[in-house]
T-cell receptor, first 115, second 115 residues
Framework: AQKITQTQPGMFVQEKEAVTLDCTYD???????LFWYKQPSSGEMIFLIY????DEQNATEGRYSLNFQKARKSANLVISASQLGDSAMYFC????????????WGAGTKLIIKP | DAGVTQSPTHLIKTRGQQVTLRCSPK?????VSWYQQALGQGPQFIFQ???????QRGNFPDRFSGHQFPNYSSELNVNALLLGDSALYLC??????????????FGPGTRLTVT
């Protein structure tokens, strides 16, 4: 079974609109962390935002926020006021349990911002 | 402050050959992880090095091996190359005492093509 599922292979969004990128995860651990990364065409992964499983509030970092619904096992990334520079691949990743250093990644969503 | 650096940027090898990829972590980081990212997919965790030891390994064969040096830099070695080893190899660094919420810092990757 897929541990991280990103159901949107690609998305087109008008500049300045908000966009939600979906991510669902599967784990039996109570302690885990969820990450979102951005990968521009240059290839380098850029860390965006983190949500711990015990965090009671949704994480926010500037224009990025994470809509964390623990019971539904979803961790959607919301980008407000999208910009042309937001065009990139976006990956959701999970680190399960304590003492586990491996990041498990989804297949990614390609986001294209239209002017 | 230099970020994560990787060399070489691109590499073309023939099936059966051996390859060594290099990574220097971000200043202040002591942990290095390696990932393989096939075209159109999310990264796959290969292994992580800390204190010059392999701390955790993903589901990769023994043909993949690594090393970490006292200055925290790391090498990834792949023996008996297969066509399926063609991918972007990403190196990520972090601090063992750092907060999870800051994520890992990634290098620009090495694009390996096996012919």
């Amino acid at each position: 079974a897929q541990k991280i599922t990103q159901t949107q292979p690609g998305m087109f969004v008008q500049e300045k609109e908000a966009v939600t990128l979906d991510c669902t995860y599967d784990t039996s651990d109570q302690s885990y962390g969820l990450f979102w990364y951005k990968q521009p065409s240059s290839g380098e992964m850029i860390f965006l935002i983190y949500q711990g499983s015990y965090d009671e509030q949704n994480a926010t970092e500037g224009r990025y926020s994470l809509n964390f619904q623990k019971a539904r096992k979803s961790a959607n990334l919301v980008i407000s006021a999208s910009q042309l520079g937001d065009s990139a691949m976006y990956f959701c990743a999970m680190r399960e349990g304590r003492g586990n250093y491996q990041l498990i990644w989804g297949a990614g969503t390609k986001l294209i911002i239209k002017p | 402050d230099a970020g994560v650096t990787q060399s070489p940027t691109h590499l073309i090898k023939t099936r059966g050959q051996q390859v060594t990829l290099r990574c220097s972590p971000k200043s202040g980081h002591d942990t290095v992880s390696w990932y393989q990212q096939a075209l159109g997919q999310g990264p796959q965790f290969i292994f992580q090095y800390y204190e010059e030891e392999e701390r955790q390994r993903g589901n990769f064969p023994d043909r993949f091996s690594g090393h970490q040096f006292p200055n925290y830099s790391s090498e990834l070695n792949v023996n008996a190359l297969l066509l399926g080893d063609s991918a972007l190899y990403l190196c990520a660094s972090s601090s063992a005492t750092g907060r999870l919420s800051v994520g890992q810092y990634f290098g620009p990757g090495t694009r390996l093509t096996v012919t």
